[in-house]
């Protein structure tokens, strides 16, 4: 099976089980043409790049920023934009809010940080949902870091915050699709 085809399956498993938890999973972006995702994708990854790249360096940024191909393909192709609006709520954030919420964190934590409380971590992080109101989803998009390709549970924390060795990130999947598989309840 293709990745296109593992991420539709591992996506429809994904919405099985949170309706059989309480409801629905609710779509949060009206425009879900396949070439309005892939630009609006497009336009996330460029801006964060840029973000990165006015703190890190142009070059440094181009030789280890890569969003995972399981990740970049599930948002053309099936994009950001759910929400589970029951409980403790669950959110896969679509491409405008990965973008507003990773530059918002980069901010907060690297580059308007104390001179004196530097990033505990240094790679690139992508912010790429939410569960509750105290725990994010943080994929790893550095291919020179350790985690590379890996969804964390900021809990309260977050790698540039605390380290990625800090109790309040956990690991949660080695991939995006792995991480989808365990939402599926698989």
Excluded at 151 to 170: A, M, R
Aim: glycine share 8%; aromatic share 16%; proline share 4%.
């Amino acid at each position: 099976m293709n990745l296109e085809s593992q991420l539709q399956a591992a996506w429809l498993q994904v919405t099985k089980h949170f309706c059989t938890r309480s409801g629905p999973l609710v779509r949060t972006i009206e425009d879900i043409d396949p070439t309005a995702l892939q630009a609006s994708w497009l336009m996330c990854v460029e801006s964060i790049q840029t973000i990165f790249a006015n703190y890190y360096g142009y070059e440094s940024v181009a030789a280890r920023f890569s969003v995972p191909k399981d990740y970049a393909v599930f948002m053309q192709i099936i994009g950001g934009g759910w929400k589970w609006p029951f409980s403790l709520e669950w959110e896969l954030f679509e491409a405008q809010i990965v973008t507003i919420a990773t530059e918002s964190n980069f901010r907060l934590f690297v580059s308007e940080a104390e001179e004196d409380e530097p990033p505990m971590d240094s790679g690139f992080w992508l912010s790429i949902g939410s569960w509750s109101d105290k725990h994010e989803y943080l994929l790893c998009c550095d291919q020179n870091h350790s985690y590379y390709g890996v969804v964390i549970d900021g809990h309260d924390s977050h790698p540039w915050l605390n380290g990625v060795e800090f109790g309040g990130c956990y690991p949660m999947a080695k991939s995006f699709l792995e991480w989808l598989l365990l939402h599926g309840g698989s």
